[in-house]
């Protein structure tokens, strides 16, 4: 049973945050308020622009406070206090079926770090007539030859380390 005190009620609608958060998906996270028109929005964007999740108006200042702590959103304390958010790393895999497709998924399980699964393999401009598969961080998209899969796993390994305290987070 939820804590009656833990949950953020605006209007007729009771948002039991902790218990959203849990539900959450490794994503990035942001959340609005306007004062103007009184509305909480919550976005994410997985990798394909921003969709709203939640719109919430007639809701007060107060009411968005509590709603960004208890998803575990910030405030970035530069430009307003008006906007929260909550980053982690989305990593892509583009799956060829091959061994050395399935050794880069399975290290992305095994080190339980955020992956969406693109089947059928990496068209290559360059070699329109062969798919490969190729892994894609935030920066760059990695693929062979230039790349072999032990330098991939070297450098998924590195974002884990390098991300972690994102990864031990909620969402």
């Known amino acids: 049973m939820s804590d009656s005190l833990a949950r953020v009620i605006v209007g007729n609608i009771a948002i039991n945050p902790s218990v959203v958060r849990e539900f959450l998906k490794k994503s990035h996270y942001f959340m609005t308020y306007k004062p103007e028109t009184e509305t909480i929005v919550l976005t ?14 007639n809701a007060s200042y107060e009411n968005a406070v509590k709603l960004a702590e208890g998803l575990g959103l910030l405030s ?10 909550k980053w982690n790393p989305i990593y892509r895999l ?37 798919k490969s598969w190729a892994w894609q961080d935030s920066r760059c998209v990695y693929l062979p030859p230039m790349w072999t899969v032990d330098m991939v796993i070297d450098e998924i390994r590195k974002d884990a380390a390098r991300y972690k305290e994102q990864l031990a987070s909620k969402p």
């Open 44 to 57: 994410a964007n997985h990798g394909n622009g921003g969709v709203d999740l939640l719109s919430v108006r």
């Open 76 to 85: 970035d304390g530069r430009t307003t206090p008006l906007m929260w958010s």
């Open 94 to 130: 583009s799956y060829d079926g091959s061994e050395d497709a399935e050794r880069l998924r399975m290290e992305m399980l095994r080190l339980e770090l955020p992956l969406i699964v693109d089947r059928g393999g990496y068209y290559n401009a360059d070699a329109p007539e062969k």
